[in-house]
């Protein structure tokens, strides 16, 4: 739910800051005339709002991706049951995929993978360390 609200922020973002690319193909494009581009509804509708307007709606939009994204922090630190329960078996099976998964190809996923390939105990300590604390 609050990835979807993150994508919908972040489209609308774009949406009003970049008219050009926001393109939306069941929107057919106003009628075009001989020396001028068409222009999208979208487009037309942006640069009739006042520059006040303007700055209003994208300081909305900025507020809306900020907390979006919080939120989607505070969830993924919330984290799963099911998704630590998933990773640990992961993490007995092959550890640096584990870290790969948790923390992304980072400092931390290179160390789990050096210490796998020297020893495979070394290796899963110190991945379970690490997806279990949490840090």
Avoid: Q
Avoid at 21 to 36: F, I, L, M
């Amino acid at each position: 739910m609050k990835i979807c609200r993150l994508l919908t922020y972040t489209l609308l973002l774009l949406l009003f800051t970049m008219p050009t690319y926001a393109v939306n193909s069941t929107v057919k494009p106003v009628e075009k005339t001989v020396n001028e581009a068409p222009i999208h509804p979208i487009e037309k509708e942006w640069e009739e709002l006042s520059r006040k307007e303007k700055r209003a709606k994208k300081k909305e939009l900025r507020k809306g991706l900020k907390s979006a994204l919080k939120d989607a922090n505070e969830a993924k630190k919330a984290g799963g049951d099911t998704d630590n329960l998933l990773l640990i078996i992961i993490a007995i099976l092959i550890p640096p995929l584990a870290m790969a998964l948790y923390d992304g190809i980072t400092e931390r996923f290179w160390i789990s993978l050096l210490l796998t390939l020297l020893l495979y105990v070394p290796g899963l300590v110190y991945t379970l360390y690490i997806i279990l604390s949490g840090k």
